[in-house]
């Protein structure tokens, strides 16, 4: 098991979050690879999408169906802030995860974390746990409890 998925299992359970992960034996990067491989509907899965604030460069976390695209106006309404994409190499060194693998929990360095309102209307979703082929499955409310994320309309 890789260190990216050890440190989200580790987090997990000091969480008090109950999961499994799953290594799914082919990629889970896309939202529709993921959605294949788990045998769900694309809007299940979780995307971990990072940005950074404008003014100060600290990360916000995005976590947004994986039918759904987050919208930047709405995203940056929410967290107050312009954001701007964190490239894949700062991604990397400041949470512990290469892009494709980004998981809600375990990050090196804590993002603010805010979740699209329409994951809340699934009774299970998927998140990445911190490999391109690696995820678990999670109730949204759940997720959105452990990972301290607050609840906003992020997509269009």
Do not use: N, Y
Request: proline content about 4%; overall charge negative; charged content about 20%.
């Amino acid at each position: 098991m890789s260190k990216s998925v050890k440190r989200v299992s580790r987090a997990a359970a000091e969480l008090g979050l109950d999961i499994e992960v799953r290594r799914m034996g082919a990629s889970t990067r896309t939202a529709e690879d993921a959605a294949a491989a788990c045998g769900c509907a694309v809007g299940q899965i979780v995307k971990s999408l990072i940005f950074q604030r404008a003014e100060d460069g600290s990360l916000v976390l995005l976590l947004v169906p994986g039918d759904r695209q987050a919208d930047m106006t709405l995203a940056g309404a929410a967290a107050g802030s312009t954001l701007t994409r964190a490239d894949a190499d700062e991604v990397r060194i400041r949470t512990g995860f290469a892009i494709g693998g980004v998981s809600p929990i375990g990050h090196l360095e804590a993002p603010e974390v805010w979740m699209d309102e329409p994951l809340l209307a699934h009774d299970q979703v998927w998140a990445a746990a911190g490999a391109p082929d690696a995820v678990f499955a999670v109730a949204p409310d759940t997720l959105q409890r452990a990972a301290g994320a607050k609840v906003a309309k992020l997509s269009g």
